[in-house]
Nanobody, 121 residues
Framework: QVQLVESGGGLVQAGGSLRLSCAASGRTFSYWMAWFRQAPGKEREYVAAVNWRGTSTYYADSVKGRFTISRDNAKNTVYLQMNTLKPEDTAVYYC???????????????WGQGTQVTVSS
């Protein structure tokens, strides 16, 4: 059993930055870790993913050049550094774990509870 807990969300003005953290417990060896987000009334959206070693990353086009995903396996934690935030980035952000890379929420086995990110204009 894997448990994931997100933190670091909050309110920030457009152009600002936030760093989200996802702390994992349980066996996560060889898992891809990903971030998704979901705004009210919209479907869950893929944001970014990183492999076990941190050597491969993928990003949605909407966040390329602004967001950076990374992981520290010694701390069993994955991060999402978000820069140059825009109002359209406002959403609940979730971390998730899967045995392979996918942009589809249904392919992920484990999910955190989410953390709110609000970007004001």
């Amino acid at each position: 059993q894997v448990q994931l807990v997100e933190s670091g969300g909050g309110l920030v003005q457009a152009g600002g930055s936030l760093r989200l953290s996802c702390a994992a417990s349980g066996r996560t060896f060889s898992y891809w870790m990903a971030w998704f987000r979901q705004a009210p009334g919209k479907e869950r959206e893929y944001v970014a993913a990183v492999n076990w070693r941190g050597t491969s990353t993928y990003y949605a086009d909407s966040v390329k050049g602004r967001f950076t995903i990374s992981r520290d396996n010694a701390k069993n934690t994955v991060y999402l550094q978000m820069n140059t935030l825009k109002p359209e980035d406002t959403a609940v952000y979730y971390c998730a774990a899967s045995s392979y890379h996918s942009s589809t929420p249904a392919d992920y086995n484990y999910w955190g509870q989410g953390t709110q990110v609000t970007v004001s204009s």
